[in-house]
């Protein structure tokens, strides 16, 4: 009985204490989801006014920001980038020396180059890498966009052919039960009408302005001036669904084509290619000539299998990836 009472008592003080910890860790993780706006916070007050000179450099950027989606102000941005590179260098200048001096026994002075060398080289290589990130994001929303047209022209088509107002066509296309990416843009179009008072004309223009689609940005130009003109907005999406409609067979043909290249690729890099390397090795193993220098054959062969395939492997994944239309 007394054990009974015991673990009854444990099971209470456990019960309380999960309930009291249910709302702290709900306050901790809508702080993890906020870090990263408190990073461009912070960055943008250690760097916000010094970066002026800098936005010069960063000239196409704020476009590209603009187009990729990133709900991101362009200082901020650029002051992100710039004490993200700074103190992943400083990382680097401290942590390249100690390693190689723990781990290779490298003199002081040699390896103090090296840090200095790969500080450098982190840091290039994180400004770049800040500023390839909003091409690459727009251009695979402009991607995902692009393949969701002709469906998405249809469904407006429907909804204009049944009376729909622009602005609650948009605003259905924005409350989507699977949202679409260009629901994202429809609804910073219903954002632009509601709450920042703007006309329906005003806010196509807006958002053909911001989107990185060249044939979404020409549908809107087009609903705008059908709107102007009073035309039947229903007759002018249908038009548009079958142009999409036609120019995406056109583009199914074309990746088919690709991936046969691509495959060829695949076979003739990272299936033939091995193994005539890993032939020529042995061979030259035999002969006694396996090597380039410290490179004997049999650490060519490791780095060839656990390094050169993977990687291989993984950049055509991420060709492939890039080549394939969504839908």
Known sequence: M??????????????????RMKPRLKMQSSNLKS????????????FGERTRRFLPLFEDLDSNLQKSGLKVAFRAYVSLTVFTAIAVSFVMLVLIPISLIALFKIPLFSSMLFGFGGALFTFAFSII??????????DKFRRNMDDELPFTAGYMAILASAGVSPEKIFYSLSSLSEPLTISLEARD???DVNLFGLDIIS????????????????????FISTIHSG??????????????M??????????????????EFYVALLVTGPLLLVIMLAVMEMLGGGGFGMLNSDILLKILTYIGIPLGSIMFLIILDAASPKW
Do not use: W
């Open 2 to 19: 007394k054990e009974n009472k015991a673990l009854q008592k444990v099971k209470t003080l456990y019960n309380n204490f999960k309930t």
């Open 35 to 46: 870090n990263f706006g408190e990073s461009h916070f912070t960055a943008y007050q250690l």
């Open 129 to 138: 890498g800040f500023y390839v990130y909003p091409i690459y994001r727009a």
């Open 189 to 191: 179009i219903v954002r």
């Open 203 to 222: 806010a196509l223009e807006q958002a053909s302005k911001r989107t990185p689609s060249e044939k979404f940005r020409e549908m809107l130009e087009g």
């Open 231 to 244: 035309g039947n907005l229903a007759t002018f999406l249908q038009e548009k669904s079958r142009q999409f």
């Open 246 to 263: 036609k120019l995406k067979k056109i583009t199914l043909r074309k990746f088919s084509d690709t991936l046969s290249i691509l495959s």
